[in-house]
């Protein structure tokens, strides 16, 4: 991993046009679905000229809520996946590697196959992901701290968590009755259909990534220089604690929200610093960007491909996911660029 310099003026216009791509998204959020919107009655609905009551009133507050939650979703797990690519200096990590999304999983399926009020399954899911943070801190404590094999370590010791975990899923599907199995499969795989807009995802997203810009050069350092990074003034174990922290936060507070979605904490980030290099002051705001414009569409194409019926979201990541990440490594083969 290098630091490739991009002129400033690119990284300018591709944040603009990712911010102008965003309020795009919302308006085609909006429009689409299996009942058609026309713009005139949107406009109507948002001026507040239309009946609080009707039809389109309703529509449009249902489809923006949705909107707003795979927008959140998406650049929280893209937002992490900067951090945990920096924390590990592993190419391949993602925000589930680790296993709290695992633990997350766990508590939530756990909630659904109890028949618990959806409001349990939101907390199960963020209990499961603190359970399993604790521990990767707790078996893992001197691993922080650097060393040959401390980043190798930490990432087999997550593993681990992380195949426990799946065992754990496992025995809760296989325990399910038929009746609670559909919905247990659908949040496992990645839905937002049933998710509700929560303040704190919004005020942990900013909390995030104002902290991560600020501390957008020490985490330049460590992941560039990984060891060497104390040489520099760096404190590399605190920073890794944090970032974990992080990571883990915002994970947990994307999966209790819709669940597991793979790919966008893998890919957005690879694609992000293939376009605009690899200065965390940058790539930091264009993957978050990046992250909930592309589950923003995601969303959309879910949910107007085969109407009336609704794909989980996390099949649509996955299946952009895999061809553009290819894309990505053919170009970067070919170019040489990493």
């Known amino acids: 991993m290098t630091l490739a310099a991009r002129p400033p003026w690119r990284a300018l216009w591709l944040l603009l046009a990712l911010s102008l791509a965003t309020v795009l998204g919302f308006a085609l959020a909006a429009g689409l679905g299996s009942a058609q919107l026309r713009l005139d009655e949107a406009w109507a609905a948002l001026s507040g000229r239309a009946a609080a009551d009707s039809l389109a009133s309703a529509l449009l507050a249902l489809r923006l809520e949705r ?3 795979a927008w959140h979703t998406g650049a929280a797990l893209a937002l992490s996946g900067v951090l945990m690519q920096a924390l590990l200096r592993n190419p391949l990590a993602d925000p589930y590697i680790l296993g709290v999304s695992g633990g997350a999983a766990v508590g939530a399926l756990l909630a659904l196959l109890l028949g618990l009020a959806l409001w349990w399954v939101d907390a199960g899911a963020l209990l499961g992901a603190a359970a399993v943070s604790a521990l990767l801190l707790g078996l893992a404590r001197r691993d922080w701290q650097g060393g040959p094999l401390g980043a190798t370590l930490l990432l087999l010791t997550g593993v681990m968590l992380s195949t ?12 399910a009755p038929d009746s609670r199995l ?7 795989i990645g839905d937002v259909s049933a998710s509700r807009w929560q303040p704190t995802l919004s005020v942990l997203l900013l909390a995030a990534l104002a902290l991560c810009l600020r501390q957008a050069r020490a985490i330049n350092v460590l992941a560039f220089y990984g060891d060497d990074a104390h040489t520099l003034g760096v404190p590399a174990a605190r920073l890794r604690r944090v970032l974990f922290l992080t990571a883990a936060a915002l994970t947990a507070g994307a999966v209790a929200n819709a669940g597991s979605i793979g790919f966008i904490g893998l890919m957005i980030p690879h694609a992000c610093r293939f376009a605009l290099g690899s200065d965390h002051r940058v790539l930091l705001p264009a993957a ?14 879910a949910r ?7 794909l989980p979201v996390g099949v649509i990541t996955a299946l952009i996911g895999v061809p553009a990440f290819l894309w990505q490594l053919r170009q970067v083969r070919q170019g040489g660029r990493a």
Do not use: E, K, N
């Open 164 to 175: 426990a975990c799946s065992a754990l899923i496992s025995l809760l599907l296989s325990l």
């Open 304 to 310: 107007t491909v085969v109407a009336p019926m609704q």
């Open 288 to 301: 978050t960007l990046a992250g909930g414009l592309l589950l923003l569409l995601a969303d959309v194409a």
């Open 182 to 188: 559909r919905p247990m499969v659908f949040w496992l």
């Open 67 to 69: 909107a707003v939650v």
